[in-house]
Structure formats: C-alpha cells, structure tokens
C-alpha cells in the first residue's frame, strides 16, 4: 500500500515532504514521523521509507524530526549548562590535547565539521569558565586543571628530632606544716627518671616569713634563719639537671618587709637552683623562650580567666618590642603560671599556656575561701623544628591529691 502511494503520487508528495521538512528545520518545530504522515494523508511506515531522501534534504531534519530527543544529561560543573558539543570536547580534553583538525573529525567523521566552528564551541566553552587554550603556533586546544594532589603523607620523623622535656611544680611552700615534701622528692624521682631537660619551678619555694595571711600556726619554723636553713637542706637535689625559680608573694614577703631577698639568698647556697627573677623570669632551653609568671590576687570566676589575660598583655607587649628590634626570640613558647594552685593546659596566641599545679595541702585560708587545690606535676615534652615552633605537645599532668600526706615535714 506505502509503495503504490509513493508510486502514484511520487513527484508530488517527494514535493510536498521536501517543503514540509524545510519548514520545520526552518522554525525549528518538532514533528514526528506520525505528524508529518498525518499531513501527507499516508502512513508513518511510509514516512519512515523516506529517510534517504530527508537525509539528503539536511542532515538537521534528519536528526531533529526522526529520532526522538534524548533527554539532557547533567551538567559535570553544577549550574552551568553545556551543549552536547561542548561536553563531548571537555571529556576528550581532559585526557588529552587535541588539535582544531581532530576536534573537526571527530565530531563529525569521516568529514569533519568547519574550523569556525569548532573555534565558535571553544570560544563558548571558555566563557562559561573552562580554561581552555588555543596554541596557535601549533593549533592545539589544551585543557588547564589544577595539579593532580600529591597525597604522599609528610615524613613527620625527622621533624619530630628537636624536642624539650621539662619537669614543672609549684608553690611547694616549704616550712608550711602543709607542704608535701614526700611528693616533692617523688617529682624530682620521676623527673630524673623521664630525663627532663630542666626543672622549673613557679614560685613560692617557701611559705615566707610573716605574710600577712599566714598564721603562725601554719609554720613549724621559727624565725628566718630556721626557714633558710630548713630549705637548703630538705629542698630536692639533683646532679643531672638544674631548677630554675622564679619568686612567688609568700617568698618576696622578707624583701618587702625589710629589704632580704630571701630566695635570692637560698639559692646562693645551692649550685643546683638558679633563681630568674621576681614574679616573673624569661629564659632559653634548647633555644626555646620560656616564661614563668607568679601572679597576684584569688581565684578567678573561671580558671582560665587571669592566665588568658595576662597572655594577652603580654604577647601584646611583645609584638611592639618585636616591631623595634625585629628579634622574634623575646616571643614567649612556653608560658607556665603559679599562684593558682589550679592545673590547666591551652594553646594561646602562639604560646603554649600551662597552669601549674602546687604541692601544698590545702590550708586554712583556701579551706575559708572554698579553693581545693590541685596537687601534683607536669612531665611536658614538646617536639619543634628548627625555626622553634612546637610540632607535637606531649603533656602529662601527674595529680596526687589522693597521695597527701599530714605533717609531711
């Protein structure tokens, strides 16, 4: 039935089909193979018979009216949309460089498709943000991307050589009848057994002398003498390192007092304790800048409220010293505080801040304000590399509460 139709009216339909398909290809219509056998009066069948010739007629009729259309794939970079040519020349960049002529061939071969366009999809490609390359000198489209990542892991090892290790206590007050001299001599045990660098110690070696806040009661020494004697002698000896002091308000109460610089004089008398300073000292182990502060006043609301805002002062302070002398070594690595009685560990500001535990029962006078110390050591190991800065903070805080001791002396 198709063939005699086509037979009896070739010219005219081949005709009539031919305007059909130009005025479609023209507004871009879409008509299927039903449709346009609707408008001849013949069968789909029969349309379908005429591809060659639609084919001949235009490529486009052929592609846009006789298959049906595939629906859009998703887009590779969200929120931008691509046509199919633009996608299929992203794929093929991304493996590898192609020239202008084997873009042309492949989307269309064996033919090709014309230069122009080829230079009008990379043009269109670049503007929706692909940073695609034409080398005129050779005529290759090249695709940038970022660097393929390197995940090989940094070999942490050999950062890790440089390293400090410190044993910190504090507040011990000695000749206190509330002192823990059984745990004073366990720190020093443990320490030497760690293999500190250093012994640093934030303030307070002593319960002083007459400190307006010490009853009498509170000391088993009598009289200045007896307390001098009383530290040189029981106070922790070691012959494989050196504590350094810093003088806490119970031990600057003689020189307040009366002028006797009473931890300066002890530690005249023992090799092994160097005294570096009043309230506050700064020095260097290993190249690494340490500060030990004693600072004044109670217990804050929170615990960590006087050590951040000392901190804070003090790295500001720094920062315009630096700005004068442009030497980075007065820049404070380590930052331990006494006074507290409190143990607590934060890194601030570029410093790392440490609270020290005291090794002093708790008194009658904490007892009235309702403070419970806490009672024990640091072992702190920091790794660093050769510019100073801490790689790997280790820091192991020994609590004794439960190891106390009365009339420890």
């Given at each position: ?10 010219h005219e339909k081949e005709k009539e089909l031919t305007e059909i ?168 045990d443990l320490a030497e057994k760690e293999g500190v660098d250093a ?211």
């Amino acid at each position: 039935m198709d063939k005699e139709f086509w037979t009896r009216n070739d010219h005219e339909k081949e005709k009539e089909l031919t305007e059909i398909c130009k005025r479609i290809n023209e507004t871009g219509e879409y008509l299927s193979c039903r449709e346009i056998a609707e408008k001849l009066g013949t069968t789909v069948l029969a349309v379908k018979s005429r591809k060659s010739t639609l084919k001949l007629l235009t490529r486009d009729v052929y592609l846009k009216h006789f298959q049906k259309p595939k629906e859009p794939k998703k887009s590779m970079v969200p929120g931008i949309i691509l046509m199919p040519e633009e996608e299929i020349i992203i794929g093929w960049l991304k493996k590898e460089s192609l020239s202008i002529g084997d873009i042309s061939r492949r989307l269309n071969e064996p033919k090709g498709v014309s230069k122009e366009y080829v230079y009008q999809l990379l043009d269109g490609l670049r503007k929706k943000g692909f940073d695609v390359e034409v080398q005129e000198d050779i005529k290759q489209a090249v695709l940038h991307r970022l660097p393929k990542r390197q995940e090989k892991p940094v070999d942490l090892k050999p950062l890790y050589r440089n390293y400090i290790k410190l044993g910190v206590i504090g507040d011990t007050h000695l000749t206190s009848i509330h002192q823990q001299l059984t745990l004073l001599h366990t720190a020093y045990d443990l320490a030497e057994k760690e293999g500190v660098d250093a012994i640093l110690h934030t303030g307070d070696l002593t319960d002083g002398f007459r400190h307006y806040i010490i009853p009498e009661c509170d000391s088993f020494t009598k009289g200045l003498d007896e307390l001098v004697n009383y530290t040189v002698e029981h106070y922790p000896k070691s012959q494989k390192f050196k504590t350094k002091i810093i003088g806490g308000r119970h031990d600057l109460s003689t020189k307040w007092a009366f002028g006797f610089d009473l931890l300066r004089h002890i530690c005249e008398k023992r090799e092994d304790l160097s005294y570096v300073g009043d309230t506050m000292g700064t020095f260097h182990v290993k190249n690494i800048n340490i500060r030990l502060y004693h600072p004044s006043g109670g217990s804050p609301f929170t615990r960590s409220y006087r050590a951040q805002r000392i901190t804070e002062g003090m790295i500001g302070n720094m920062i315009q010293i630096i700005r004068s002398s442009g030497d980075l070594s007065s820049l404070p690595q380590l930052v331990f505080f006494g006074h507290l009685h409190l143990a607590f560990f934060f890194p601030y500001m570029g410093s790392l801040v440490f609270s020290v535990p005291a090794l002093q029962a708790q008194t009658s006078y904490l007892e009235g304000k309702g403070l419970y110390p806490d009672i024990g050591m640091w072992i702190v190991t920091i790794h660093f590399d050769e510019k100073g800065n801490a790689l790997k903070i280790i820091p192991e805080l020994h609590l004794w509460n439960s190891l106390v001791k009365d009339h420890d002396y």
